[in-house]
């Protein structure tokens, strides 16, 4: 199903045939230039002139699987109480372009009729008001529609309502619960379901097991050659490699039967399994999978959905985990890694296959995929339940190279500065809540996080260079209070 948003441009009949006609061009012509450099086709639908025009085009909008969203704009002026009821049914993401036809004031040319064919400045402000008036969750971005950066913030944004889309059909494969005693995994999922409309359901650890005694050779094989084309084999022990192909083929199964796009388990329930899945959940990230250890299915969805908004619909996004500090003077960095599963999408090199032994969950020796992360700067993503509402934690990161080569280290590891500064930035952070386990990202920006939040309706916390700790208090303190009122 090819996939596209609509432009919706607002009109009325004031200024006569020849100007509707005018509009209706360059709208036709805005949206094929634009659907040749987004990251999906903009649809010209209408340039709409009453009321009935736009509730019929809002209400298509919400039944049509096709539209991912509507962006509108207003060529002329364009009296917005006829977008009131369109606008409330609007169940869409929604984007209000405020741009102008023609970059710059032509001298000689300008006179009242290029002036009533050319007043966006004054029917986007009417727009913009009536979005307001209604509460209506919404993006603005203004600046001439011609303009790179411009343009990359719709593409940003497109993505943004990709991710939303994808978040609303998401189903989520639970193997086992969650891990004993752990608090900030859990959450409700009834609540979550709402919000975000992701399925979480749970299948038996023992039928994963009956799946995999079913793969063959054949189709072990198969992966074997996908591993080796993708990865270098630091191990001789391939029958542990080939137990992880068996792995990821039954639950690649087990997921793809289901339409599940995401899972979680957790080594405190592996009945039956020789080794803890560590290249299997890798290699099913790589592929876009979203994934959670110890039980998080919380962060296995996010996973999924960034992964879905980053560059190509599988960006550079990663279950990850805080693990360890270098609190030196001059050098303060986080260490970030998991016991096996690290997405290989953030690789700065070719990873390795190896085989170390697992000092938890009691199995044999995994095989797992081990290198360093990419430098760049990127952000950490943790939702949290927060009892009654949900809270998307975003902090700004800069990735390095790490600093040390740790040899005796057996897994994959990704270090970096958080934002203001590690103390601060950890300060923040606890003090919002936000998880051991996060989503880091390279390619899906902290500005796509905060308006997938909004179409969402949760609530979005941004640590950033600027947040002290302070401010964030007064923040939370306020947003708790604003949050018990909606
Ligand atoms: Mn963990």
Partial sequence: MRQEFWFVVGSQFLYGPEVLDTVASRAEEM?????????????????????????????????????????????TFSPSKMWINGLELLEKPYCHLATQYNMEIPNEEIDMDFMNLNQAAHGDREHGFIAARLRKPRKVIAGYWRDEHVQQRLAAWMRTAYGVAFSRSLRVMRFGDNMREVAVTEGDKVEVQIRLGWQVNTWPVGKLVDVMNTVTDEEIDALMEEYRSSYDFATNDIETVRYQAREEIAIKRMMDEEGCSAFSNTFQDLYGMKQLPGLASQHLMAQGYGYGGEGDWKVSAMTAIMKRMGEDGNGASAFMEDYTYNLVAGAKYSLGAHMLEVCPSVAAGRPRIEVHPLGIGDREDPARLVFEGKEGDAIVVSLVDMGGRLRLICQDIHCVKPILPMPNLPVARVMWQAMPDLETGLECWITAGGAHHTVLSYDVSAEQMKDWAAIMGIEFVHITKDTTVESLEKELFLNDIAWKLR
Wanted: glycine fraction near 2%; hydrophobic fraction near 45%; include cysteine.
């Fill in 31 to 75: 949206a094929a230039e634009l659907s040749a450099v987004l990251p999906f086709p903009l649809v010209y639908k209408v340039t709409a002139k009453t009321n009935a025009e736009i509730t019929e085009v809002m209400k298509a909008a919400n039944y049509d699987d096709r539209c991912l969203g509507v962006i509108t704009w207003c060529h």
